[in-house]
């Protein structure tokens, strides 16, 4: 679905990301972890195009088994080739009110329709009973769904979420936690899910890409994130 060979980022002089590879396997959750600032966002930010990658691949292989070069899509194409993305923080238009919120992420999509497709809400009826409501209105656990629904409403095949369930009480982080497994299963996505905090990893993860210092460090299925790993490079 998506490999990543030997990407290196600079910002600057500052060498940020170095000789990344990574594949996220069709219809798999991967979690990307590490300590703050070891390149993570950076990470998320060369995928969609926010930061330009300055050496190394990004292969997007698409259904019958085409290749796609996500390297020479600019960063407006890539929502439309089908990467959806919920970026920390949410960013969702304040002034807006949901159901706009929705139409604006639809005006992106490869398909010019201006329907909302019918399993956005049925995975957050709330959305749809407050679809007039302001959506700086919502509650902090309802502007997340909100940001998630919109990056739904394009039918992503691949959703990178960049630390969905941080700074949430435990009964929303239990909620959005069954949001996203529900929405891996209904929508046959495939998830790129940034965490630091361990306790966070969703249960229903598959495998786990941990950097440090913008390396790769170690990855594969998250049983195999074992205390060694965790005590090195995530803990404390
Ligand atoms: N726009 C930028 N210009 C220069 N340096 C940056 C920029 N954005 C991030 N950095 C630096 O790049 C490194 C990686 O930052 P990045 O935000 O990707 O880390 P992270 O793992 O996502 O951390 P966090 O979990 O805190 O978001 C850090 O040293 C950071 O200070």
Known sequence: ????????????????????????????????????????????????????????????????GLQENLLSHPVERRAALGIGYVPKGRQIFSQLSVDENLRVALMAGRNKTHQVPP?????????????????????????????????????????????????????????????????????GLTLLLVEQQLSLVPKSGDRFCLLEAGRNVAQGSLDQLDDNLIQTYLAG
């Open 1 to 64: 679905m998506l490999r990543l060979q030997s990407v290196n980022q600079f910002y600057g002089p500052k060498h940020t990301l170095r000789d990344i590879s990574l594949t996220l396997p069709r219809g798999e959750c991967t979690c990307l972890l590490g300590r703050n600032g070891v390149g993570k966002t950076t990470l998320i930010n060369c995928i969609m195009g926010h930061v330009p990658v300055t050496s190394g691949s990004m292969t997007w292989q698409l259904d019958g």
């Open 119 to 187: 399993m956005v809400y049925e995975l957050f009826p709330q959305m749809y009973s407050m679809r007039q409501e302001r959506a700086g209105n919502l509650t902090e656990s309802q502007q997340q769904q909100l940001a998630i629904a919109r990056a739904l409403v394009l039918k992503p095949e691949l959703l990178i979420l960049d630390e969905p369930l941080s700074g949430f009480q435990p009964g929303a982080v239990q909620e959005l936690s069954r949001n996203i497994r529900q929405m891996q299963h209904d929508f």
